[in-house]
């Protein structure tokens, strides 16, 4: 399985409709860095929509394809395009720059009546055509499933189930799954929301069900309640045992160093700091932070790879000598 990092399209909402070509670039490199390569950028609403919708508060699409040039060869980076603003232009142009894919988006139901000419339009164009299945819930698993194989037909690469309202349980997300991994043979993904905080708990589901793609935005930011976290989602996964691939500790240097800082000027919250998520992932209590802190400062050491050293050990009651113990043998 793998992460699809949409912190540059979905999360733009929380700027406007897209970030600035810095963060922009600063996301793209942080993501690379660590081993998230599926990535898609540019405005929030989609390639075209600067034009035809009036979703201006972003770059124009030929400044995110530009400024995205020098990292194209380092990973799959693409864009989304609502099937309802299809025009061959917008494929044409993402071709030329040689995006990696395009991801074709319509509501649930209504694939069938506008999504075969963008998908055929991709594929023809020399892209990989994901595909996402908006409001999913609105229809039944079998509808899904049902329209999701069809769709396959046309030539997807991939496709993903949007629970775009965040109101999906476990148990339907898991129903969903199920039905789209057994109707198709590509790729299966699942894009969560947080609205009823279950995005977390909704990919482990969708997972666990068969789902091989998860979609992410850094720090939670997309529209609304936010998506899946990133560094939340590989957390879990790696206690899995999955998404080895990706560097975690060098995501939340990342996060911290970077892009936490830089959003502060954009008075976003973070819902869980990287230090809380190494607590949660390493089964240590805050009322050890204190100290850790300390020996970390001390002795030259990661307090985050110090606490999962640590707690590898003793979770219930490590000592100050445990902890510069184990910061002697990270050195």
Not at 31 to 53: C, H, P, R, S, V
Not at 146 to 161: H, P, S
Not at 240 to 250: L, R, S
Not at 304 to 325: F, G, H, K, W
Request: proline fraction near 3%; include cysteine.
């Amino acid at each position: 399985m793998y992460f699809f990092d949409c912190t540059m399209r979905d999360g733009g909402n929380v700027v406007g409709c897209g970030f600035d070509a810095e963060l922009t670039k600063m996301m793209v490199e942080g993501l690379l860095d660590n081993g998230i390569t599926t990535i898609e950028l540019g405005n929030a609403k989609g390639i075209g929509a600067y034009e035809i919708d009036g979703a201006t508060d972003a770059l124009t699409d030929e400044e995110y394809l530009d400024l995205v040039q020098p990292y194209l060869k380092r990973g799959s980076i693409g864009m989304f395009l609502n099937a309802k603003r299809f025009s061959q232009k917008y494929v044409d142009l993402a071709a030329s720059k040689g995006l990696g894919f395009l991801r074709v988006g319509a509501n649930a139901g209504s694939g069938p009546k506008i999504s075969v000419e963008p998908i055929h339009a991709v594929k023809k164009a020399g892209m990989v055509c994901h595909y996402s299945l908006m409001k999913a819930y609105v229809s039944t698993a079998k509808e899904l499933a049902e329209e999701a194989k069809f769709l396959e037909g046309e030539g997807l690469d991939a496709i993903t189930i949007m629970d775009s309202a965040g109101t999906m349980l476990p148990e339907q997300v898991t129903e969903y799954t199920e039905s789209l991994v057994k109707a198709v043979k590509i790729p299966v993904g699942f894009h969560c929301h947080n609205n009823l905080g279950l995005s977390a708990a909704n990919a482990v589901a969708a997972w666990r069900a068969g789902a091989t793609i998860l979609d992410g935005g850094l720090l939670g930011m997309a529209r609304s309640a936010g998506n899946l976290a990133t560094e939340v989602g590989v957390a879990l996964l790696q206690r899995y045992g999955e998404a080895k691939e990706v560097n975690f500790w060098g995501l939340l240097n990342f996060l911290d160093t970077k892009l936490i800082p830089a959003m502060k000027e954009h008075n976003y919250h973070v819902a869980i700091r990287p230090l809380d998520l190494v607590l949660g992932m390493t089964g240590t209590h805050s009322s050890f932070v204190k100290t850790f802190k300390k020996v970390a400062a001390e002795e030259g050491v990661p307090l985050y790879q110090l606490i999962a050293a640590v707690s590898a050990v003793n979770q219930d009651n490590p000592s100050e000598a445990l902890m510069r113990e184990k910061a002697q043998s990270l050195k």
